[in-house]
């Protein structure tokens, strides 16, 4: 069955401490890794798709990769407007409907 | 680009009521939408998935004859919870995405219900 896990699930960090989060999955025949931010009370906002296995992409203070069976998300010098939860799901070729299985996110709290 | 949009942001209703919540993808044709629900601190959970102009396929142990799908255009998903009780009380997010291949969902802002 395939399995999507993120960790840690909580991470509490000072303003300006870099850290990373991991996404690692199963599926098989990868056909996209896709990364989302969650704030209270709102729907997820996108922030990167991944397709292959060194792949990278950026944006602003965050970097995604991914590799043959994992991702992180790197935050570099984290504001707390950076404190969200980060969800990263997958999506699997066989489903024709190209639909998505999250991983149960990490909660990201980053203080002044 | 790539804006969906939800309405209402939020809904209390009586115990059995019948509540609906639109789906609407702004600036982009959405071959495919697709509701979640979210209980607090916990990830998404896939509702159903719906194909304009066809059924939705519901997702094993979600009733279809409850959770009513309408997919009637390439911009709009309607989702009604029918004769609705405090159970169903939850956060119902949409999303959509372009036609298969490497898509991408792009979700609304989501649906808070409560029923009382």
């Known amino acids: 069955e395939d399995q999507v896990t993120q960790s840690p699930e909580a991470l509490r960090l000072q303003e300006g401490e870099s850290s990373s989060l991991n996404c690692s999955y199963t599926v098989s025949g990868l056909r996209g890794l896709f990364w989302y931010r969650q704030d209270p009370g709102k729907g997820p906002e996108f922030l990167f798709t991944?397709?292959?296995a060194g792949e990278e992409k950026e944006k602003e203070r965050l970097k995604a990769t991914l590799t043959k069976k994992e991702s992180f998300l790197h935050i570099t010098a984290p504001k707390p407007e950076d404190s969200a939860t980060y969800l990263c799901a997958v999506q699997a070729p066989t489903d024709s409907w190209g639909k998505f299985q999250f991983g149960a996110g990490t909660q990201v709290v980053v203080t002044p | 680009g790539a804006v969906v949009s939800q309405h209402p942001s939020w809904v209390i209703c009586k115990s059995g009521t019948s509540v609906k919540i639109e789906c609407r993808s702004l600036?982009?044709?959405?071959?495919?939408m697709f509701w979640y629900r979210q209980f607090p601190k916990q990830s998404l959970m896939l509702m159903a998935t719906?194909?304009?102009?066809?059924?939705?396929?519901?997702e094993q142990g979600v009733e279809k004859d409850k959770f009513l799908i309408n997919h009637a255009s390439l911009t709009l998903s309607t989702l009604t919870v029918t004769s609705a009780h405090p159970e169903d009380s939850s956060f119902y997010i949409c999303?959509?995405?372009?036609?298969?291949?490497?898509?991408?969902?792009?979700f609304g802002p989501g649906t808070r219900l409560t029923v009382l």
């Open positions: 999303s959509a995405g372009t036609s298969g291949g490497q898509d991408t969902q792009y």
């Open positions: 991944l397709y292959s």
């Open positions: 600036d982009f044709q959405a071959t495919t």
């Open positions: 719906s194909n304009e102009g066809s059924k939705a396929t519901y």
